[in-house]
């Protein structure tokens, strides 16, 4: 069975697209998370939930 680990980021409404992206790009890379998902809510937030796997290390 595969696990993840999820962080969710929240992004103002005056925040530029770009921005948001190059954020994303950096904890893609850098944190090893990939995109599950993003939500635009009323008001302009944008809220993203990315995932990693957790590698569990069987210990003996």
């Not at 103002?12 to 950096?26: F, H, K, P």
Request: glycine share 6%; proline share 2%.
């Amino acid at each position: 069975m595969v696990e993840y680990e999820y962080r969710v980021l929240s992004f103002a409404r005056d925040v530029s697209r770009s921005d948001i992206r190059r954020m994303l790009s950096e904890h893609a890379e850098y944190g090893h998370w990939e995109l599950h998902r993003t939500r635009i809510y009323l008001g302009g937030v944008q809220r993203s939930w990315l995932r990693r796997k957790i590698i569990r290390v069987p210990r003996g």
